[in-house]
């Protein structure tokens, strides 16, 4: 089974993690900017492995600083598994 990696849901985890209104988390938006800091992250991966199945490295979340890249590289790890 493929996970569907789905942007607006992705934003939806973030801003429940970073008690935010889905409305402050744009797919464009560096995610430093909404204070994602490594915690956040830690806690942003573990979510994302619990909401569709997909473990990723903490580093992707720094080296794809927008919700839109980082969907974009969860599409295509997904794709190839």
Sequence with gaps: MTAIVNEERLCELLAEICEVPVAEVSPTLPLAELGVDSL???????????????????????????MRELTQLLREKCAAA
């Design 40 to 66: 956040v992250a830690l806690r942003f991966a573990r979510q994302i492995h619990d909401e569709i199945g997909v473990e990723i490295e903490l580093e992707w979340i720094y080296e794809y600083p927008t």
